[in-house]
């Protein structure tokens, strides 16, 4: 079946501007997470959702972060203000569910503002 | 808080040589730990996780909580193993579903 994607596969922006990042998950998996990987780093937490509600945004960098997933399926990763810290690879991962389950990544957004 | 480690950014190795990513890990319950495989142009991918105990494409790693390591292994490397990996550790409990991960070990299969 279709795994989990993400939509743009790259979005250049300039310093100060907004942007919204898409994730549909793969197909009847109630959780979702969203990671961000730096240039030399492994993937770093962000936020999850369980259906709806982010059960945890404790990895959002600050309060130009916002998710959301209205209908408990695709979620927007929005940054307003951007910086150029910011650009990155933003991950998304969705998983059946329940805490013991295996997460399916997407192949990645990759942000570079100038 | 935990945190994982993978002390090399790159390993290469000869084609039918053993291979040994090393991961190690700090964190005070009992984790899960996995295996993630990244190749060229593709997306990240679960390669085993220590609960299964299962060997996949020739990888095995053991939890050693003496040691505080999950390192993954292999006796024979192929070229087609060269790829990014990640070790990403789970903590246990309730609440616990982000994977922390490590900055990767890119390995290099030499024909």
């Known amino acids: 079946g279709a795994g989990v994607s993400q939509t743009p596969s790259n979005k250049v922006t300039e310093k100060g501007k907004y942007v919204e990042l898409r994730c549909d998950p793969i197909?009847?998996?109630?959780?979702l997470y969203w990671y961000r990987q730096s240039l030399g780093q492994g993937p770093e937490f962000l936020i999850y959702?369980?259906?709806?509600?982010?059960?945890?945004d404790s990895g959002l960098p600050n309060d130009r972060f916002f998710a959301v997933r209205p209908e408990g399926s695709v979620s927007t990763l929005k940054i307003q203000r951007t910086e150029r810290g910011d650009s990155a690879v933003y991950l998304c991962?969705?998983?059946?569910?329940?805490?013991?389950?295996?997460?399916?990544f997407g192949p990645g957004t990759r942000l570079l503002v100038l | 808080a935990q945190r994982v480690t993978q002390p090399e950014k790159l390993l290469s190795v000869f084609k039918g040589a053993p291979v040994e990513l090393k991961c190690n890990y700090s964190?005070?319950?009992?984790?899960?730990l996995f295996w993630y495989v990244q190749y060229s142009r593709q997306r990240l991918q679960l390669l085993l996780r220590?609960?299964s105990r299962e060997s996949i494409k020739g990888f095995t790693a053991d939890l050693n909580k003496g040691e505080t390591s999950f390192h993954l292994k292999k006796p024979f490397a192929q070229e087609e193993d060269s790829a990014m990996y990640y070790c990403?550790?789970?903590?246990?409990?309730?609440?616990?579903?982000?994977?922390?991960f490590g900055k990767g070990t890119k390995l290099s299969v030499i024909p």
């Open positions: 990403a550790l789970r903590a246990s409990g309730a609440g616990s579903y982000q994977l922390t």
């Open positions: 959702f369980q259906g709806t509600g982010a059960a945890d």
């Open positions: 220590h609960i």
């Open positions: 991962a969705s998983s059946p569910g329940g805490l013991q389950k295996t997460q399916y």
């Open positions: 197909s009847g998996h109630t959780a």
């Open positions: 964190y005070s319950g009992s984790p899960e």
